[in-house]
């Protein structure tokens, strides 16, 4: 007769949330050599953690980016991009931006999807989407923004990307991914590179 089979308590076999719902105890700074900046990405609400090669959401989430830009005399233009394994829809990832501690919800006044730069376990590609925003009719200088975000449950991001620039823009741009010095992955802990460029 073969050993008796061991069952756990039932209280302690409930699935728990890791590392739970709360946002995430402080934020993540950038984390490229070359950036510049202080720009931190914070966790909002939902279940995103640290996995091997990306930050999971096996929830819906909520996450965001502070940026201070003081280097610059004034911020014209900010485009972000966000390069993950996206669930659903990309147009339902929606992004907006306030600024000097405001609540102005601006969204993208362009956004675009290109072929991101990652694969995962199971062999499928991530989707890198741009959005791009036009700051230049604003009357007062910016000083600082915050970009807000949520994301659908099962996203997986391998990396963003954060430029901050002086310069208007005349017309709507889609960088290539390695044009811009996406994150070459962020097994250590997922960060967003923030770069300045002032205007020539």
Same mark, same amino acid.
């Given at each position: 007769?073969?050993?008796p089979?061991?069952?756990?308590?039932?209280h302690?076999r409930l699935w728990r949330?890791?590392p739970?719902?709360?946002?995430?105890?402080?934020?993540?700074?950038s984390?490229?050599?070359?950036?510049?900046?202080?720009?931190?990405? &914070?966790?909002?609400t939902?279940a995103?953690y640290?996995?091997? @090669? /990306?930050?999971?959401?096996?929830s819906v989430?909520?996450? =965001? +980016?502070?940026?201070?830009?003081?280097?610059?005399?004034d911020?014209?233009?900010?485009i972000?991009q966000?390069?993950a394994?996206?669930?659903?829809t990309w147009?339902?990832?929606?992004?907006t931006?306030?600024?000097?501690?405001?609540s102005q919800g601006?969204?993208a006044?362009?956004?675009?999807?290109? &072929?991101?730069?990652f694969?995962?376990?199971f062999g499928g590609y @991530? /989707?890198n989407?741009?959005?791009?925003?036009?700051l230049? =009719? +604003?009357g007062?200088?910016i000083?600082?923004?915050v970009i807000?975000?949520?994301?659908?449950a099962?996203?997986?991001?391998y990396a963003l990307?954060?430029d901050?620039?002086?310069?208007e823009?005349?017309?709507?741009i889609v960088p290539e991914p390695?044009a811009?010095?996406l994150l070459?992955?962020?097994?250590?802990?997922t960060?967003c590179v923030?770069r300045r460029r002032?205007g020539?």
């Amino acid at each position: 007769m073969g050993e008796p089979e061991f069952k756990q308590p039932r209280h302690q076999r409930l699935w728990r949330p890791y590392p739970g719902f709360s946002a995430w105890p402080s934020a993540i700074g950038s984390n490229t050599a070359d950036s510049t900046g202080n720009a931190d990405y &914070n966790k909002k609400t939902g279940a995103g953690y640290a996995a091997r @090669s /990306s930050i999971y959401s096996p929830s819906v989430g909520s996450f =965001s +980016i502070s940026n201070s830009v003081e280097s610059l005399d004034d911020v014209n233009t900010v485009i972000f991009q966000f390069d993950a394994g996206l669930r659903g829809t990309w147009t339902n990832y929606v992004a907006t931006l306030n600024y000097n501690g405001g609540s102005q919800g601006l969204t993208a006044d362009f956004f675009a999807l290109t &072929n991101g730069s990652f694969t995962n376990q199971f062999g499928g590609y @991530s /989707s890198n989407i741009l959005f791009q925003w036009d700051l230049s =009719s +604003i009357g007062e200088p910016i000083r600082e923004y915050v970009i807000n975000y949520d994301v659908a449950a099962h996203t997986s991001t391998y990396a963003l990307q954060l430029d901050s620039s002086e310069a208007e823009l005349s017309v709507s741009i889609v960088p290539e991914p390695a044009a811009y010095g996406l994150l070459a992955g962020i097994v250590a802990l997922t960060g967003c590179v923030a770069r300045r460029r002032h205007g020539k």
